[in-house]
């Protein structure tokens, strides 16, 4: 069976976003050419900012910078693959906003889950944000100035079976974010995670026939039994309303807001 483009019921109309400037500041976000981070390059663009949009699939990123015409900032495009550490590290330098956002999923049991594609996702998910950070720290320290945007999961504050890397970096992810919060915050720096619970995005689209495979359900079924089963709130988030998120946490109004974690879960976390 294919997998369905637009998994869950019709997304509720959106608010208008809230009004933020951002003229002047820098931001980087990873994993930009697609969902989440295409929802907060644009986000931070239209506030005023400068992105630089960082991403391995060179399409989607021109395809993201054509769709900026007409903000107060602007979309540079910027081909990496994050498994580049040392060049992860220096694309931060400079950096006033630092968006770490890019992740990849696989779905298997432990004694199934290939090492290779654990040792991966430990990489891009968790390495490769320590290094942007560590990138990023010395120009914010420099100005006494700083937003770092951590975009973990509700998998970064529960478990779930058959996402032992996911699971991992992203609760690996939540105590980066901590650690930089305290050491930050005599600098001006603020760092939080945002923690979403399933977004309207690919990488959870591409997950439906595996967790239909693994618990040996159809996938027509993964929605409802699996994805949104411990939701109060029966449907998927909108990459818009975490872009948004994302932007509260860079105004002078979220400057007391560090070292925590903004659960977009729909009540999935009250249990």
């Known amino acids: 069976m294919t997998t369905p483009t637009t998994p869950g019921p019709v997304p509720a109309p959106q608010p208008a976003p809230v009004a933020l400037d951002l003229g002047g500041r820098t931001a980087l976000v990873t994993g930009a050419a697609g969902g989440i981070g295409r929802a907060c390059a644009l986000r931070l663009a239209a506030a005023g900012a400068k992105v630089r949009a960082v991403d391995r699939d060179a399409a989607g990123l021109d395809a993201l910078a054509a769709a900026d015409t007409g903000f107060a900032g602007s979309v540079e495009p910027l081909v990496l693959d994050l498994t580049d550490l040392e060049a992860a590290e220096q694309a931060a330098t400079g950096t006033d906003i630092l968006v770490n956002n890019a992740g990849l999923q696989l779905v298997r049991p432990i004694e199934e889950f290939p090492p290779e594609m654990f040792h991966t996702v430990l990489t891009v998910m968790l390495e490769a944000p320590f290094r942007l950070i560590r990138g990023a720290l010395p120009h914010m320290y420099g100005q006494g100035w700083g937003r770092i945007v951590n975009i973990s999961s509700v998998h970064g504050l529960r478990a779930s079976a058959y996402k032992s890397a996911y699971v991992s970096a992203k609760h690996g992810l939540e105590g980066l974010s901590k650690t930089a919060a305290l050491e930050g915050a005599e600098h001006g720096v603020t760092s939080n995670c945002v923690s979403p619970g399933y977004v309207r995005t690919g990488l959870v689209e591409r997950q439906i026939a595996d967790q239909a495979a693994t618990h040996g359900i159809p996938e027509e079924r993964v929605l409802a039994e699996v994805l949104l089963k411990d ?41």
Request: with cysteine.
């Open 231 to 271: 939701s109060a709130l029966k449907r998927l988030v909108e990459p818009s309303e975490v872009a948004e998120a994302v932007a509260y946490l860079c105004t002078p109004q979220a400057s007391f807001i560090t070292g925590t974690s903004f659960a977009l879960d729909g009540g999935w976390t009250a249990h």
